[in-house]
């Protein structure tokens, strides 16, 4: 079955620390990534999202993610993290034309 | 910027009851989409739309929930008997034309009693 996975469930980091958060995908073919950010009691906002051409990419509020396609992983990035970073964030992926579908999320607490 | 919205922020029902959540998608978009997230797990599909029916719809899913395109506007979600198990956040989400992002609408928190 096509699946989503988030590896970290909770990352504690101290502002100015550098963030990576993993995100691998089931299945290869054609995918459509996404980061969605979830700040407390907000709905899902869109990060970043790739579809096709430069693996890197950029997106809002200094973050971006690298598609490898041969790890099957989209992981995201942020060179020095704030404490307006803490939020939960949801990596997705559609396969083709087919439906997202979400990882369980990794909750982000930055330390003032 | 237009944004997908839903109604109502939040609706507590008693189990046994019959809900109906709405949602009105960006104007211009074809594909629409339920979702739900229990507190403090993640977001799961339940289904999505397309030309005036299902084209896919998760586990879920099952028999108590239905969705509708009453008019050109709203998006609709119903849960027929809700259960305990019910109580979640409700995100209705859409989309243009494929290859593209899902807007997310602000949720709609139902509390099952």
């Known amino acids: 079955a096509q699946s989503v996975s988030q590896h970290n469930h909770h990352v504690i980091l101290s502002e100015a620390a550098s963030l990576e958060l993993g995100c691998n995908y089931s299945y290869g073919g054609t995918v459509n990534l996404f980061w969605y950010v979830q700040y407390p009691g907000q709905h899902l906002q869109l990060l970043l999202k790739y579809f096709s051409g430069d693996p890197l990419v950029k997106g809002i509020k200094g973050f971006e993610a690298e598609f490898i396609k041969s790890k099957f992983s989209f992981n995201l990035r942020k060179p020095s993290v704030q404490w307006s970073d803490t939020a939960e964030y949801f990596c997705a992926v559609s396969w083709g034309n087919n439906d997202m579908r979400f990882g369980a999320g990794t909750r982000l607490t930055v330390k003032p | 910027e237009p944004e997908v919205t839903q109604t109502p922020s939040h609706q507590v029902t008693q189990m046994g009851q019959e809900v109906i959540l709405r949602c009105v998608p960006i104007s211009n978009h074809l594909y629409f989409y339920w979702y739900r997230q229990i507190l403090g797990q993640k977001v799961e599909f339940l289904v999505s739309?397309?030309?005036?029916?299902?084209?896919?719809k998760s586990e879920i899913f099952d028999d108590q929930f239905s969705v509708e395109r009453p008019d050109g506007s709203n998006f609709t979600l119903k849960i027929r008997s809700t259960k305990l198990e019910d109580s979640a956040m409700y995100f209705c989400a859409s989309r243009g034309l494929a290859p593209d992002t899902q807007y997310f609408g602000p949720g709609t928190r139902l509390t099952v009693l």
């Open positions: 739309f397309y030309n005036n029916e299902i084209s896919e």
